[in-house]
C-alpha cells in the first residue's frame, strides 16, 4: 500500500518536497557555514577520544593535566590559532596508580574501590580488619574509643540499607512504601549527621584523628543515590590510604563489621607524590581584524576530578569551546573582535584559573564584549540568564535571532537575571563587572549520575547535542563581534534577601594560587 500510494500520486509527493524545501529556514550565510560544518565535518569525536580516552581525567597538579593543556594548545595552534599556556599558580604535584582492593575473610571477593585524589599511597599491599564507628554520643566517649583503630581499615561514611535510587523506589513501591521508605532514609540521614556532630568532628578532621590514632587506612561511599555512582573527592589524610568503596560493597563489609564477623580486606593503592607542579590556563587568540582590543571569550574549564574520565564535566565544554573556535577560524576569517578561548585550570578547587585570568590581564577584562560559559553536561543548552545586567536583553536577545530555530526555539532566557555567584567559571568575570553567560545545558542525569563521579565516561556524551552547542555558541560569538555597540554593563537594582536586605553584587575573589589554604 505504501507503495502503490508513492506511485500513483508523484506529483503530490514532489510538491510536498518543494514546499518544504521553500519552508527551510533563510539563516546568515555565515550561520548557515557553522550548521554545514558542524553536520558534515565534525570534529567532535575525534577529538572526545584523544582528550578523554587518550589523557583521561584531568585533576589539578597532576600530569594528566600538563598533558591536558599542552593538547589543547597544539590543536588550536594546529588550525593555526595562536596559543600559549598561562601559568596562575602552582598546585600539590600526584599521580594516580592502581587501586586493588579484595575482601579476604570471612570469604574471597574483589571490591569495587577507588583511591581518593591527592591519597597517600599505600607502600605495598596492607591486610587489615575493617570497623566501622562506634555507637557512643559525645566525644568524650570517642576519644575513649580511639586508640582500638590502630592497625584497622575504618569506615567512616553512612550506611545506606537501600541501594536502589529514589527514583527506582518510588516507580515500583506502593506510595505508602514508598512514603515510608523515603522517612526512613531522611531520619538515617539525619541520625547520621547529629552523631558526627556529637562525637565532636567533622568530615575534615575525623580522618585526620583516625590517621593520628593510627588507623590502617580509612574508608568511605560518597553514592549519589543513583546505581553504581560515587562522587571522588580528595583525600582527607597525609599519611595513610582513604579511599571509596561503592554502595553495595560497602554495605556488605558495614553489616559484616556491625554483626561481629570482623571482616579484612587487602587494600593496594599506587600513587605518586610529585614536586609542586605549575598550573596552567590554555589560552587561543584570533585577533580582531576592526577591534583588536575588544574581546569575545569562549569559556569552560579544562580540569576534572579524577574518579572517571571528566566527560561531561567539563570534557564536552571544552569540547565545545574548540570545536566553535575551530569553525570561527575556517569560516569567519574577517572577525571584528579578537575572539579568546580560555581553557581553565583548577576550576572545581574554586575557580582558580578563570579568577587568575581575570587579575592577570586588566587590559582584556577591560575590553570584554560577552564571555560565553559552558559548564553542565552533555545535553542542549536550554537556559540563559542576563546575570544581572540590565540591557542584557537588548543583545543577547538579538544575536540570539540568528541562531537557527530548532536551537534558538530551544532556549529560556532570564533577563535581566541575577549575577552568578561561584557555580562556575562565567561568575569570575559577572564578579569584575563584565557580560559573562553561562549557557544552561539540559540536565541528561548530570547532577546526580556524571557530576564528579565514577560514571562520568566518554560514552555519556551525546554528540548530537553538542553539535547544537557548537553552532550556538559559534553564532553568538559571530553575532558579538559583528554588534557595531560595545556591550552596556549597567548592573541591575539588587533585590532584597528573605530577611530584608538588599542582595549585593557578587564581589571579586582571589585565585588560590597553590594548594596550601586548600581543604
Do not use: C
Not at 69 to 87: F, G, V
Not at 141 to 156: H, N, T, Y
Not at 242 to 256: A, H, N, P, W
Not at 307 to 321: E, H, I, R
Request: glycine share 8%.
Amino acid at each position: 500500500m505504501k507503495i502503490n500510494r508513492y506511485f500513483v500520486v508523484p506529483a503530490i509527493v514532489v510538491a510536498a518536497q518543494f514546499s518544504f524545501a521553500n519552508a527551510q529556514e533563510k539563516l546568515d550565510p555565515m550561520v548557515q557555514n557553522f550548521v554545514n560544518e558542524v553536520n558534515t565535518n565534525s570534529q567532535l569525536e575525534n577529538m572526545a577520544y584523544e582528550l578523554l580516552d587518550g589523557i583521561g581525567p584531568r585533576l589539578v597538579g597532576t600530569p594528566e593535566m600538563l598533558a591536558a593543556n599542552e593538547w589543547t594548545a597544539n590543536k588550536l595552534r594546529s588550525w593555526d590559532i595562536e596559543a600559549n599556556l598561562q601559568q596562575f599558580g602552582t598546585w600539590k604535584g600526584w599521580q594516580r596508580g592502581i587501586t586493588h582492593v579484595d575482601m579476604v575473610y570471612p570469604r574471597v571477593k574483589t571490591l569495587t574501590a577507588t583511591q581518593l585524589a591527592w591519597s597517600p599511597a599505600t607502600k605495598k599491599a596492607i591486610e587489615a580488619e575493617v570497623i566501622i564507628l562506634p555507637k557512643v554520643s559525645s566525644k568524650a566517649e570517642f576519644d575513649q574509643w580511639l586508640p582500638s583503630v590502630k592497625g584497622k581499615i575504618v569506615l567512616i561514611a553512612q550506611y545506606q540499607k537501600i541501594g536502589r535510587s529514589d527514583e527506582q523506589i518510588k516507580e515500583f513501591a506502593t506510595p505508602e512504601l514508598y512514603e515510608k521508605l523515603k522517612a526512613e532514609k531522611a531520619k538515617t540521614t539525619k541520625d547520621f549527621a547529629d552523631y558526627v556532630k556529637s562525637i565532636g568532628y567533622d568530615n575534615n578532621t575525623l580522618p585526620e584523628a583516625l590517621e593520628k590514632a593510627g588507623a590502617a587506612g580509612i574508608s568511605i561511599s560518597n553514592w549519589t543515590g543513583i546505581m553504581g555512582a560515587n562522587r571522588i573527592f580528595g583525600a582527607k589524610t597525609t599519611k595513610i590510604p582513604m579511599i571509596d568503596i561503592d554502595v553495595e560493597d560497602y554495605g556488605m563489609l558495614y553489616r559484616m563489621a556491625e554483626n561481629g564477623q570482623k571482616p579484612r580486606i587487602k587494600l593496594e593503592a599506587q600513587s605518586k607524590v610529585l614536586p609542586e607542579a605549575k598550573t596552567f590556563n590554555t589560552i587561543g587568540m584570533i585577533k580582531g581584524k576592526e577591534k583588536p582590543n575588544e574581546y569575545i571569550i569562549l569559556s569552560a574549564h579544562l580540569d576534572s576530578w579524577d574518579g572517571a574520565q571528566g566527560a561531561t564535566d567539563n570534557g564536552t565544554g571544552v569540547l565545545t569551546m574548540l570545536e566553535t573556535v575551530r569553525v570561527l577560524k575556517k569560516y569567519y576569517p574577517n572577525n571584528k573582535r579578537t575572539i579568546v578561548v580560555g581553557l581553565w585550570g583548577s576550576e572545581e578547587q574554586g575557580l582558580n584559573g578563570s579568577r587568575g585570568f581575570v587579575a592577570d590581564n586588566p587590559e582584556i577584562i577591560k575590553g570584554v564584549q560577552a564571555v560565553f560559559n559552558q559548564d553542565n553536561g552533555t545535553g542542549r543548552v536550554v537556559n540563559i540568564s542576563g546575570q544581572g545586567f540590565v540591557n542584557a536583553y537588548d543583545y543577547i536577545g538579538k544575536w540570539l535571532n540568528a541562531v537557527p530555530k530548532n536551537i534558538k526555539d530551544q532556549i529560556k532566557t532570564d533577563f535581566p537575571g541575577m549575577p552568578g555567584g561561584g557555580g562556575s567559571d562565567h561568575a569570575s568575570f559577572v564578579a569584575a563587572g563584565v557580560p559573562s553567560f553561562g549557557l544552561g545545558s539540559l540536565n541528561w542525569g548530570y547532577f546526580g549520575y556524571t557530576w564528579h563521579t565514577t560514571k562520568d565516561t566518554y560514552d555519556k556524551i551525546i554528540f548530537d547535542e553538542v553539535k547544537s552547542n557548537v553552532i550556538l555558541t559559534a553564532t553568538l560569538a559571530y553575532m558579538a563581534s559583528e554588534d557595531p555597540e560595545f556591550t552596556n554593563r549597567e548592573k541591575r537594582t539588587m533585590p532584597l534577601d528573605d530577611k530584608g536586605n538588599v542582595t549585593k553584587w557578587p564581589q571579586v575573589q582571589k585565585a588560590r594560587r597553590d594548594s596550601k589554604d586548600y581543604k
